[in-house]
C-alpha cells in the first residue's frame, strides 16, 4: 500500500469508528437494542483498531533492531554486596534462640488468626444423616395436598415432600407407580412398596443432582447430570453410569383415604457418599 | 512533559523502556490477547456490579420477560434478569462478558500449548510457567464462580456437584463443603460467597499474577525463534516504542471489536430458559461451560467404584472429580522440572524449538490434549448420543476405552512421527546451525546493527 493510500485508510476507519460512536449515543438515547449495539461498538473499537494497525505497518519505518540479553543473575560481586547488606548489622547467628521464640509466636498468632475460618460454617453433625422425614410425615407435592398422590396413573411419578415442610430441598422423594407384580425387592423394602408405589430419594446418589427423569417403559429413573440409571423395581440400584450406591428407598405405609405417610426417615443417608456416612 | 518528569523523574525510567526489542512471530500475540480478553471482562464486569445483588433472599420476579411472572425466584436471579431485560446495554455487556470469558480460557490454553511445545518454560522460566499455569487454574475458577452468580438452574446444579466433590474428600470432606458453602448443600450464603470470590479475592490474585508474569517476561526478555542473527545471546526485533505499542494497542482494539460484535449478535447463558434454581429440579442436557467439560465428563465415564476401607467410604465423585485433576494438573504444573531432570539439561535458553526437535516432549503434550480433549467430548455423552441415534451406555463404554487408549495412540505416533523428522535439533550436543544471510556490526555508540550481506 502507497503511503497516501495508508494515510487514507487509516482517516477512513478513524472516521467510521467515530461516526459508529455517535451512532451508539443515538441507539442509546432511543432505548437501546443489543445487535445494532453490537455491530456499532465492533466498528467503533474495530476502526480504532484498524487504524492503528495499518499506521504502524505501513505508516511507521519497520527496522530491526537487535538487544544484547545479558545475564539474568546478579554478578558475584553485587551478590557479596547483597549478603554483606543482609547480614552486616543483623547478627543473626548469635540470636538463634530468639529467632526460635518469634517463629513459635508467629505460629500462635497464625493459628489464632486462622481459627476464624471456623466460623464459616457449621459443624456438620448430623445434617448429612437426616432429612426432614419423620413418622408420621404426609406424602405431598411441594405447594400440594396428600390427596393430589393418592390415586396415580400406573407409571406416574411424582416429586414429594413431607407434607406442610418443603423446608429441606435434601428430603426430595420420587413416588412412583408400578405394576405391584413386576417388583423384585427385598422383603423388608417390599413392605414398604404398598400396592405398587415405591418412594426412593430424588437425590442422586453420584453427585446429587435430582434424578428427573423417568424412562417409564424400562422403569428406570434417569439422572440427567452424569447419566447414572436406577432400577425401579429393584430397589434403585445402579444399572449404568457412574453412580455406585442405590437411591436410598422411604419406608412408606398407605391409609386408608389412599395417601401415603412415611414410617419414619430414610434408613440410609440421601444423596453423594461422605466418608464416615456408615457410622 | 517537563511539569511531570520534574515532580516523578518519569523520563528517566520510561526511556530504557521505549527502546526494549520485543520479536516479532504471531504466535507471540496469543499471550497479549488473553490479557487484553481479561482487561475486557474487567470492564464489563464492573459495569454489571453495579447491577448485580448478591443475594439469595426470595423475590417475586415482576420483570418483562412473561414466562416467570409470578415465580418465586432470588434476588440475585432477579438482578441479572433486569440486568438483561431492563437496562440499556445490559444484555449487551453480560453477553460480551460470557464469550470473552469462553475465549479468555481458550486463549490461554492456546497461549500455554505455543510456551510447551516451543520449550519457552525452560530455564530462566521455569517460575514464569507456574505462574502461568496458575493463571490458568484462577481464570477456570473465575469462569465458574461468574457463572455461578446468577443462581439459575443450570449453574446451581454445577454448584451442586462441586460440594459433592468436596464433600468427597475423606476425613475434611463435610468439613470442607459445610466451611465453603455456610452449610449442608443448599444454602443462601454461596451466592455472596461466590460473588466476593468472583470480583474481589480472585481477580486480585489474577491482577497479581499477571503482574509477576510481566515483569519476569521483562526480566528474562522474550524469547525467540531462530533464523537472521537471532542468537541465545541477543533479542532481534522491533522497538517497544511506537512500533509495538502500536501493533499491540491496535489488537487490543481489534480483539475487543470481535468480541464486542459476538456478544451483540449471539446470545449465551439464556438465564430465563433455564429458570431460577431449584434443588429439587433439574434441566437436561445439563452441560458446564467448555473449560469445565473435561471434569465433568471424567465424571460420567468413571466407572461405578464407591469402595469402604476400614469403615471408611471413598465417595465416587473423589477419583474422577479431585485425583485426577490432582494429577493431571500437577504433571502440567511441574513439566519444566521433569523435562530438566530427564534431558538433564539445566542450561539456560532463550531460543525456541521446533516442535519435532523434541519427540518426548511433543508426544507428551499431544498426548496431554488429548486425554483432556476426550474427557471434554465425554462430557456431552448424552448429547451426542442423541445426535449419533446411539445409547448413552454404549458410548460411555467407548469413552472410558478412548480415553486410555487415545492419549497413548497418540503419544506412540507422535514419538516416532517426530523422531523420523528430525535430523537432531540445535540443543543436541555438538550440533551447530549455521546463521543465514545477515551479520551484525557494533556501531560507534555502542548499539548493535544488522548488516545485509
Given at each position: 500500500m502507497s503511503e497516501r493510500a495508508a494515510e487514507r485508510s487509516v482517516l477512513f476507519v478513524f472516521g467510521a469508528s467515530f461516526l459508529a460512536g455517535i451512532g451508539l449515543l443515538v441507539v442509546y438515547i432511543l432505548g437501546g437494542q443489543t445487535q445494532v449495539e453490537g455491530i456499532l461498538l465492533m466498528i467503533c473499537l474495530g476502526g480504532i483498531g484498524a487504524g492503528i494497525v495499518v499506521w504502524a505497518h505501513w505508516l511507521m519505518p519497520t527496522r530491526v533492531h537487535v538487544e544484547p540479553r545479558g545475564s539474568v543473575a546478579t554478578t558475584a560481586e553485587d551478590l557479596e554486596r547483597f549478603r554483606d547488606a543482609l547480614t552486616e548489622e543483623a547478627g543473626f547467628s548469635r540470636r538463634k534462640l530468639l529467632i526460635g521464640a518469634l517463629l513459635g509466636a508467629f505460629g500462635g498468632l497464625g493459628a489464632a488468626l486462622a481459627i476464624p475460618v471456623l466460623s464459616l460454617g457449621p459443624a456438620p453433625g448430623k445434617s448429612l444423616f437426616e432429612?426432614?422425614?419423620?413418622?408420621g410425615s404426609q406424602l405431598a407435592p411441594p405447594d400440594g395436598s396428600p390427596g393430589q398422590v393418592a390415586d396415580l396413573p400406573i407409571g406416574g411419578v411424582f416429586t414429594v415432600f413431607p407434607f406442610g415442610d418443603t423446608?429441606?430441598?435434601?428430603?426430595?422423594t420420587l413416588l412412583i407407580r408400578v405394576e405391584p407384580e413386576l417388583l423384585e425387592l427385598d422383603p423388608e423394602a417390599a413392605e414398604w412398596a404398598p400396592d405398587g408405589y415405591i418412594a426412593y430419594s430424588k437425590i442422586c446418589t453420584h453427585a446429587g443432582c435430582p434424578v428427573g427423569l423417568y424412562r417409564a417403559s424400562q422403569h428406570t429413573l434417569i439422572c440427567p447430570c452424569h447419566q447414572s440409571e436406577f432400577d425401579v423395581l429393584r430397589g434403585a440400584r445402579p444399572i449404568s453410569g457412574p453412580a455406585a450406591r442405590p437411591l436410598p428407598q422411604l419406608p412408606i405405609a398407605r391409609r386408608a383415604d389412599g395417601t401415603f405417610v412415611a414410617l419414619g426417615d430414610y434408613p440410609e443417608p440421601v444423596g453423594p457418599a461422605f466418608w464416615n456416612m456408615l457410622w | 512533559m517537563g511539569w511531570l518528569d520534574g515532580r516523578t523523574g518519569i523520563a528517566r525510567v520510561v526511556r530504557a523502556a521505549l527502546r526494549k526489542v520485543f520479536p516479532d512471530h504471531w504466535s507471540f500475540l496469543l499471550g497479549e490477547i488473553a490479557l487484553f480478553c481479561f482487561v475486557i471482562l474487567l470492564a464489563t464486569g464492573t459495569f454489571m456490579t453495579f447491577f448485580y445483588v448478591p443475594s439469595a433472599e426470595p423475590v417475586i420476579y415482576d420483570g418483562?420477560?412473561?414466562?416467570?411472572?409470578g415465580q418465586e425466584v432470588s434476588a440475585a436471579f432477579n438482578s441479572v434478569m433486569d440486568l438483561s431485560f431492563d437496562v440499556r446495554a445490559g444484555l449487551l455487556m453480560r453477553q460480551i462478558h460470557h464469550w470473552t470469558a469462553l475465549t479468555f480460557v481458550a486463549v490461554v490454553i492456546l497461549h500455554l500449548c505455543r510456551v510447551f511445545f516451543t520449550g519457552a518454560f525452560r530455564r530462566p522460566r521455569e517460575l514464569n510457567w507456574l505462574v502461568g499455569f496458575g493463571l490458568l487454574v484462577l481464570a477456570i475458577a473465575e469462569g465458574f464462580t461468574g457463572y455461578s452468580l446468577p443462581d439459575d438452574l443450570l449453574s446451581g446444579t454445577g454448584a451442586r456437584i462441586a460440594y459433592s466433590a468436596l464433600l468427597s474428600v475423606p476425613f475434611i470432606g463435610p468439613w470442607l463443603a459445610s466451611l465453603a458453602f455456610g452449610g449442608e448443600f443448599p444454602t443462601e450464603a454461596i451466592i455472596p460467597r461466590l460473588f466476593v470470590l468472583h470480583v474481589l479475592f480472585l481477580p486480585a490474585l489474577v491482577i497479581g499474577a499477571i503482574t509477576i508474569h510481566i515483569v519476569l517476561l521483562v526480566i528474562h526478555k522474550h524469547t525467540q525463534y531462530r533464523g537472521g542473527v537471532a542468537s541465545e545471546a541477543n533479542v532481534v526485533g522491533r522497538y517497544f516504542w511506537p512500533g509495538q505499542v502500536f501493533l499491540s494497542t491496535g489488537l487490543f482494539f481489534l480483539t475487543a471489536a470481535i468480541l464486542a460484535l459476538i456478544g451483540g449478535l449471539f446470545q449465551v447463558n439464556p438465564i430465563w430458559l433455564y429458570g431460577p434454581f431449584d434443588a429439587s429440579v433439574v434441566s437436561s442436557p445439563a452441560q458446564p461451560d467448555w473449560y469445565v467439560g473435561w471434569l465433568d465428563g471424567a465424571l460420567r465415564i468413571f466407572p461405578p467404584f464407591e469402595p469402604v476401607i476400614l469403615g471408611i467410604t471413598i465417595p465416587a465423585?473423589?477419583?474422577?472429580?479431585?485425583v485426577l485433576p490432582g494429577i493431571l494438573f500437577t504433571i502440567v504444573a511441574l513439566w519444566p522440572f521433569v523435562e530438566a531432570r530427564i534431558t538433564r539439561d539445566h542450561r539456560e535458553h532463550h531460543l525456541l524449538d521446533d516442535p519435532w526437535d523434541h519427540p518426548v516432549r511433543l508426544a507428551s503434550g499431544l498426548a496431554i490434549l488429548t486425554a483432556f480433549g476426550v474427557l471434554t467430548l465425554a462430557g456431552g455423552n448424552d448429547v451426542l448420543a442423541f445426535y449419533f441415534g446411539t445409547d448413552v451406555e454404549t458410548l460411555t463404554v467407548l469413552f472410558r476405552w478412548l480415553s486410555l487408549i487415545l492419549p497413548i495412540a497418540v503419544w506412540l505416533i507422535a514419538w516416532q512421527f517426530a523422531r523420523t523428522r528430525?535430523?537432531?535439533?540445535?540443543?543436541?550436543?555438538g550440533h551447530d546451525v549455521p546463521l543465514a544471510g545477515t551479520s551484525v556490526r557494533r556501531g560507534a555508540s555502542g548499539g548493535f546493527e544488522e548488516i545485509e550481506q
Amino acid at each position: 500500500m502507497s503511503e497516501r493510500a495508508a494515510e487514507r485508510s487509516v482517516l477512513f476507519v478513524f472516521g467510521a469508528s467515530f461516526l459508529a460512536g455517535i451512532g451508539l449515543l443515538v441507539v442509546y438515547i432511543l432505548g437501546g437494542q443489543t445487535q445494532v449495539e453490537g455491530i456499532l461498538l465492533m466498528i467503533c473499537l474495530g476502526g480504532i483498531g484498524a487504524g492503528i494497525v495499518v499506521w504502524a505497518h505501513w505508516l511507521m519505518p519497520t527496522r530491526v533492531h537487535v538487544e544484547p540479553r545479558g545475564s539474568v543473575a546478579t554478578t558475584a560481586e553485587d551478590l557479596e554486596r547483597f549478603r554483606d547488606a543482609l547480614t552486616e548489622e543483623a547478627g543473626f547467628s548469635r540470636r538463634k534462640l530468639l529467632i526460635g521464640a518469634l517463629l513459635g509466636a508467629f505460629g500462635g498468632l497464625g493459628a489464632a488468626l486462622a481459627i476464624p475460618v471456623l466460623s464459616l460454617g457449621p459443624a456438620p453433625g448430623k445434617s448429612l444423616f437426616e432429612t426432614s422425614w419423620r413418622e408420621g410425615s404426609q406424602l405431598a407435592p411441594p405447594d400440594g395436598s396428600p390427596g393430589q398422590v393418592a390415586d396415580l396413573p400406573i407409571g406416574g411419578v411424582f416429586t414429594v415432600f413431607p407434607f406442610g415442610d418443603t423446608s429441606d430441598p435434601n428430603s426430595a422423594t420420587l413416588l412412583i407407580r408400578v405394576e405391584p407384580e413386576l417388583l423384585e425387592l427385598d422383603p423388608e423394602a417390599a413392605e414398604w412398596a404398598p400396592d405398587g408405589y415405591i418412594a426412593y430419594s430424588k437425590i442422586c446418589t453420584h453427585a446429587g443432582c435430582p434424578v428427573g427423569l423417568y424412562r417409564a417403559s424400562q422403569h428406570t429413573l434417569i439422572c440427567p447430570c452424569h447419566q447414572s440409571e436406577f432400577d425401579v423395581l429393584r430397589g434403585a440400584r445402579p444399572i449404568s453410569g457412574p453412580a455406585a450406591r442405590p437411591l436410598p428407598q422411604l419406608p412408606i405405609a398407605r391409609r386408608a383415604d389412599g395417601t401415603f405417610v412415611a414410617l419414619g426417615d430414610y434408613p440410609e443417608p440421601v444423596g453423594p457418599a461422605f466418608w464416615n456416612m456408615l457410622w | 512533559m517537563g511539569w511531570l518528569d520534574g515532580r516523578t523523574g518519569i523520563a528517566r525510567v520510561v526511556r530504557a523502556a521505549l527502546r526494549k526489542v520485543f520479536p516479532d512471530h504471531w504466535s507471540f500475540l496469543l499471550g497479549e490477547i488473553a490479557l487484553f480478553c481479561f482487561v475486557i471482562l474487567l470492564a464489563t464486569g464492573t459495569f454489571m456490579t453495579f447491577f448485580y445483588v448478591p443475594s439469595a433472599e426470595p423475590v417475586i420476579y415482576d420483570g418483562p420477560y412473561q414466562p416467570l411472572r409470578g415465580q418465586e425466584v432470588s434476588a440475585a436471579f432477579n438482578s441479572v434478569m433486569d440486568l438483561s431485560f431492563d437496562v440499556r446495554a445490559g444484555l449487551l455487556m453480560r453477553q460480551i462478558h460470557h464469550w470473552t470469558a469462553l475465549t479468555f480460557v481458550a486463549v490461554v490454553i492456546l497461549h500455554l500449548c505455543r510456551v510447551f511445545f516451543t520449550g519457552a518454560f525452560r530455564r530462566p522460566r521455569e517460575l514464569n510457567w507456574l505462574v502461568g499455569f496458575g493463571l490458568l487454574v484462577l481464570a477456570i475458577a473465575e469462569g465458574f464462580t461468574g457463572y455461578s452468580l446468577p443462581d439459575d438452574l443450570l449453574s446451581g446444579t454445577g454448584a451442586r456437584i462441586a460440594y459433592s466433590a468436596l464433600l468427597s474428600v475423606p476425613f475434611i470432606g463435610p468439613w470442607l463443603a459445610s466451611l465453603a458453602f455456610g452449610g449442608e448443600f443448599p444454602t443462601e450464603a454461596i451466592i455472596p460467597r461466590l460473588f466476593v470470590l468472583h470480583v474481589l479475592f480472585l481477580p486480585a490474585l489474577v491482577i497479581g499474577a499477571i503482574t509477576i508474569h510481566i515483569v519476569l517476561l521483562v526480566i528474562h526478555k522474550h524469547t525467540q525463534y531462530r533464523g537472521g542473527v537471532a542468537s541465545e545471546a541477543n533479542v532481534v526485533g522491533r522497538y517497544f516504542w511506537p512500533g509495538q505499542v502500536f501493533l499491540s494497542t491496535g489488537l487490543f482494539f481489534l480483539t475487543a471489536a470481535i468480541l464486542a460484535l459476538i456478544g451483540g449478535l449471539f446470545q449465551v447463558n439464556p438465564i430465563w430458559l433455564y429458570g431460577p434454581f431449584d434443588a429439587s429440579v433439574v434441566s437436561s442436557p445439563a452441560q458446564p461451560d467448555w473449560y469445565v467439560g473435561w471434569l465433568d465428563g471424567a465424571l460420567r465415564i468413571f466407572p461405578p467404584f464407591e469402595p469402604v476401607i476400614l469403615g471408611i467410604t471413598i465417595p465416587a465423585v473423589f477419583l474422577p472429580g479431585i485425583v485426577l485433576p490432582g494429577i493431571l494438573f500437577t504433571i502440567v504444573a511441574l513439566w519444566p522440572f521433569v523435562e530438566a531432570r530427564i534431558t538433564r539439561d539445566h542450561r539456560e535458553h532463550h531460543l525456541l524449538d521446533d516442535p519435532w526437535d523434541h519427540p518426548v516432549r511433543l508426544a507428551s503434550g499431544l498426548a496431554i490434549l488429548t486425554a483432556f480433549g476426550v474427557l471434554t467430548l465425554a462430557g456431552g455423552n448424552d448429547v451426542l448420543a442423541f445426535y449419533f441415534g446411539t445409547d448413552v451406555e454404549t458410548l460411555t463404554v467407548l469413552f472410558r476405552w478412548l480415553s486410555l487408549i487415545l492419549p497413548i495412540a497418540v503419544w506412540l505416533i507422535a514419538w516416532q512421527f517426530a523422531r523420523t523428522r528430525s535430523r537432531g535439533g540445535p540443543d543436541e550436543p555438538g550440533h551447530d546451525v549455521p546463521l543465514a544471510g545477515t551479520s551484525v556490526r557494533r556501531g560507534a555508540s555502542g548499539g548493535f546493527e544488522e548488516i545485509e550481506q
